[in-house]
Protein backbone atom coordinates (compact mmCIF):
# COMPACT_ATOMS: atom_id res chain seq x y z
CA UNK A 1 0.00 0.00 0.00
CA UNK A 2 1.11 3.67 -0.95
CA UNK A 3 -0.05 6.43 1.28
CA UNK A 4 -0.41 9.72 -0.63
CA UNK A 5 -0.24 13.32 0.53
CA UNK A 6 -1.49 16.40 -1.34
CA UNK A 7 -0.48 20.12 -0.87
CA UNK A 8 -0.66 23.65 -2.57
CA UNK A 9 -3.63 23.60 -3.51
CA UNK A 10 -5.21 27.57 -2.94
CA UNK A 11 -7.04 30.28 -3.92
CA UNK A 12 -5.61 32.19 -7.19
CA UNK A 13 -6.89 34.37 -9.90
CA UNK A 14 -7.29 33.91 -13.04
CA UNK A 15 -3.98 33.75 -14.94
CA UNK A 16 -1.94 33.12 -12.20
CA UNK A 17 0.07 29.88 -11.04
CA UNK A 18 -0.15 27.26 -8.17
CA UNK A 19 2.58 24.43 -7.41
CA UNK A 20 1.11 21.16 -6.07
CA UNK A 21 2.89 18.30 -4.08
CA UNK A 22 2.62 14.74 -3.50
CA UNK A 23 4.63 12.88 -1.19
CA UNK A 24 4.80 9.30 -1.23
CA UNK A 25 5.54 6.62 1.39
CA UNK A 26 4.79 2.95 2.28
CA UNK A 27 5.22 0.53 -0.61
CA UNK A 28 6.90 2.66 -3.24
CA UNK A 29 8.85 0.40 -4.85
CA UNK A 30 5.34 -1.06 -6.83
CA UNK A 31 4.92 2.41 -8.24
CA UNK A 32 5.76 2.41 -11.47
CA UNK A 33 3.85 5.87 -12.42
CA UNK A 34 2.60 8.85 -10.76
CA UNK A 35 -0.25 11.56 -11.80
CA UNK A 36 -2.88 13.95 -11.50
CA UNK A 37 -6.54 13.71 -11.68
CA UNK A 38 -9.18 16.49 -10.59
CA UNK A 39 -12.63 17.22 -10.11
CA UNK A 40 -14.63 19.57 -10.38
CA UNK A 41 -18.22 19.37 -9.10
CA UNK A 42 -21.03 18.10 -10.87
CA UNK A 43 -18.34 16.37 -12.88
CA UNK A 44 -15.86 13.02 -13.71
CA UNK A 45 -12.90 12.48 -12.29
CA UNK A 46 -10.61 13.92 -15.20
CA UNK A 47 -6.96 13.06 -16.39
CA UNK A 48 -4.46 16.09 -16.37
CA UNK A 49 -1.11 14.38 -16.20
CA UNK A 50 1.19 12.19 -15.25
CA UNK A 51 4.89 10.72 -15.23
CA UNK A 52 6.21 7.25 -15.53
CA UNK A 53 9.94 6.89 -13.78
CA UNK A 54 11.47 5.12 -16.39
CA UNK A 55 12.61 7.05 -18.99
CA UNK A 56 11.21 10.11 -17.38
CA UNK A 57 7.72 10.07 -19.67
CA UNK A 58 5.56 12.30 -19.63
CA UNK A 59 1.68 12.82 -20.49
CA UNK A 60 -0.63 15.61 -20.69
CA UNK A 61 -4.40 16.54 -21.36
CA UNK A 62 -5.21 18.47 -24.36
CA UNK A 63 -6.85 21.12 -21.77
CA UNK A 64 -3.39 21.93 -19.81
CA UNK A 65 -0.55 21.14 -22.72
CA UNK A 66 1.33 24.49 -22.56
CA UNK A 67 0.23 25.82 -19.35
CA UNK A 68 0.73 22.56 -16.96
CA UNK A 69 3.89 20.84 -16.18
CA UNK A 70 4.66 17.71 -14.05
CA UNK A 71 7.73 16.60 -12.76
CA UNK A 72 9.27 14.43 -9.72
CA UNK A 73 11.75 13.01 -8.14
CA UNK A 74 12.21 9.46 -7.93
CA UNK A 75 14.45 9.41 -5.06
CA UNK A 76 11.96 11.38 -2.73
CA UNK A 77 8.92 9.57 -3.97
CA UNK A 78 7.84 13.18 -4.91
CA UNK A 79 5.73 14.39 -7.79
CA UNK A 80 4.75 17.82 -8.65
CA UNK A 81 2.23 19.90 -10.71
CA UNK A 82 3.66 23.12 -12.04
CA UNK A 83 0.15 24.81 -13.27
CA UNK A 84 0.77 28.30 -14.95
CA UNK A 85 -2.13 30.42 -16.52
CA UNK A 86 -4.87 29.17 -15.16
CA UNK A 87 -8.26 29.88 -16.00
CA UNK A 88 -11.65 29.27 -14.08
CA UNK A 89 -12.48 26.28 -15.74
CA UNK A 90 -9.02 24.55 -13.74
CA UNK A 91 -11.01 24.84 -10.86
CA UNK A 92 -11.62 21.59 -9.12
CA UNK A 93 -10.17 19.14 -6.48
CA UNK A 94 -6.96 17.69 -7.85
CA UNK A 95 -5.63 14.55 -6.88
CA UNK A 96 -2.18 12.17 -6.48
CA UNK A 97 -2.33 9.02 -7.92
CA UNK A 98 0.09 6.48 -8.01
CA UNK A 99 0.09 2.71 -9.38
CA UNK A 100 1.60 0.34 -11.77
CA UNK A 101 0.70 1.83 -14.67
CA UNK A 102 2.20 1.23 -18.23
CA UNK A 103 2.63 3.76 -21.37
CA UNK A 104 -0.10 2.88 -22.82
CA UNK A 105 -2.20 3.66 -19.94
CA UNK A 106 -1.59 6.39 -18.01
CA UNK A 107 -4.79 8.93 -18.31
CA UNK A 108 -6.84 5.56 -17.21
CA UNK A 109 -8.20 5.97 -13.28
CA UNK A 110 -7.95 2.16 -13.10
CA UNK A 111 -4.37 1.65 -13.87
CA UNK A 112 -3.87 3.69 -10.24
CA UNK A 113 -4.26 2.29 -7.00
CA UNK A 114 -3.07 4.43 -4.77
CA UNK A 115 -4.60 7.89 -4.06
CA UNK A 116 -4.62 10.70 -1.86
CA UNK A 117 -7.22 12.84 -0.37
CA UNK A 118 -6.97 15.69 -2.73
CA UNK A 119 -6.46 19.62 -2.59
CA UNK A 120 -9.01 22.28 -3.68
CA UNK A 121 -7.76 25.09 -6.52
CA UNK A 122 -9.80 27.51 -6.43
CA UNK A 123 -9.56 30.25 -10.19
CA UNK A 124 -11.52 33.40 -9.57
CA UNK A 125 -12.35 35.39 -12.70
Known amino acids: QVQLVESGGGLVQAGGSLRLSCSAS????????MCWFRQAPGKEREFVAA????????YYADSVKGRFTISGDNTKNTVYLQMNNLKPEDAAVYYC??????????????????WGQGTQVTVSS
Open 26 to 33: GRTFSTYA
Open 51 to 58: IRWTGGIT
Open 97 to 114: AAGRASIWSLSVVRAYDS
